[in-house]
């Protein structure tokens, strides 16, 4: 488990299989045990197509074989006016959306936050740094409404590279890593544009790291860095995995 001074605020972790990436994903996850949130809010990308930008769930509640995870309509109806009245996109609702990686990290936090929690689900379409800068200044607001006593805790869920041989994934993904420890929103698009890191849900991960910039957070300490061929053995064509661990305090350690 990584080693860190403060409160965590948000967390990075990944989105395969539990098989290839559930490790990654647990040792930033740990670090909720014996900690209470009131709401998650998971932002996650769209792996299915949709015309509008930013999508939500419809659904009262999600289903996991742990029991139901309800989800707080109150404040999803709250984020929406926030972003209508700055000029951004509606938060648009869909039924039975197929984004598994927004629900495969469910199961980590009905298990780490185990007197529950309201969700907030968010799926980007629109990966763009315009809608990262709009969605986070929206979210601070949001969670600023809160009652003081009611900790939100902010989840970004990513992969990274694709495919690639272990040493050109490990090259790719420490440019990622680097921008993520640095709160570089800037970097993550410049880097993504010269084609020097990749992430399925690089979006989430900038938006989850601005807001948190935005709320005090002012550390990251990486939990976990690997590839599938951990598993697999496969170091000719592997998938990054990194999860990280976003806190108001100083970061120690990590591995």
């Not at 980590?108 to 969700?119: I, K, M, N, R, V």
């Not at 949001?142 to 009652?147: K, R, T």
């Not at 790719?172 to 570089?184: I, M, S, T, W, Y």
Request: hydrophobic share 45%.
């Amino acid at each position: 488990m990584p080693e860190f001074e403060g409160q965590p605020v948000g967390l990075i972790v990944p989105h395969a299989g539990y098989l290839y990436s559930g490790l990654t994903a647990a040792h930033a996850f740990k670090v909720l045990q014996g900690r209470q949130f009131a709401r998650v809010i998971i932002l996650s990308p769209s792996h299915q197509p949709y015309h509008q930008p930013l999508l939500t769930t419809a659904h009262d509640s999600y289903a996991t074989p742990l029991g139901l995870v309800p989800v707080d309509r109150g404040a999803l109806k709250k984020l929406d006016a926030i972003l209508r009245e700055n000029a951004g996109p509606e938060l648009a609702s869909v039924r039975r959306d197929q984004e598994h990686s927004l629900e495969i990290e469910l199961p980590f936090l009905q298990t780490t936050l185990a007197e529950g929690f309201w969700l907030i689900p968010l799926m980007m379409v629109d990966q763009s740094a315009s809608l990262v800068r709009l969605l986070s200044t929206a979210l601070v607001k949001l969670i600023q409404s809160f009652p003081a006593e009611e900790s939100t805790l902010l989840v970004a869920s990513s992969d990274l590279s694709h495919f690639y041989t272990e040493r050109v994934a490990n090259r790719l993904d420490g440019n990622l890593a680097q921008a993520v420890r640095e709160f570089d929103l800037n970097a993550f698009y410049q880097h993504k544009q010269r084609g020097e890191m990749e992430a399925c849900g690089l979006a989430p991960m900038a938006t989850v790291l601005q807001t948190s910039h935005l709320l005090g957070a002012d550390q990251v300490t990486i939990a976990n860095h690997r590839t599938s061929a951990a598993v697999t053995g496969d170091r000719s064509s592997v998938v990054g995995y990194l999860s990280a661990v976003i806190s108001t305090g100083k970061a120690l350690a990590h591995e």
